[in-house]
């Protein structure tokens, strides 16, 4: 088993910056490969960026690509994703997610943290 722990979120200004964790407990993290999704109000939860277990390749949505980085430390079982130029619609919670049979795929994800809210006023 896996238990996901996200933090960072908050009420942020349009055009500032976040940086979210999701520490990881109960398997080495290092072995996995870990996603970030995040679900809007009324809208379906979508993904945003992935990682593989080393850090070597990282994939995101084209509505993130430019603006949001995600990296992992394995030493310390944590990924971040790093959120700069944020934009009201970005407002979502935001998810942490592992072990996925297909990177882009939300039912393939085996374990998920709880999530953390990101507010982004204008």
């Known amino acids: 088993q896996v238990q996901l722990v996200e933090s960072g979120g908050g009420l942020v200004q349009a055009g500032g910056s976040l940086r979210l964790s999701c520490t990881a407990s109960g398997r080495t993290v290092s072995r996995l490969n870990m996603g970030w999704f995040r679900q809007a109000p009324g809208k379906e939860r979508e993904f945003v960026a992935a990682v593989t277990r080393s850090g070597g390749k990282t994939y995101y949505a084209d509505s993130v690509k430019g603006r949001f980085t995600i990296s992992r430390d394995n030493a310390k079982n944590t990924v971040y994703l790093q959120i700069n130029s944020l934009k009201p619609e970005d407002t979502a919670v935001y998810y942490c997610?592992?072990?996925?049979?297909?990177?882009?795929?939300?039912?393939?994800?085996?374990?998920w943290g709880q999530g953390t809210q990101v507010t982004v006023s204008s």
């Open positions: 997610a592992a072990n996925p049979r297909s990177i882009y795929s939300e039912p393939d994800y085996d374990y």
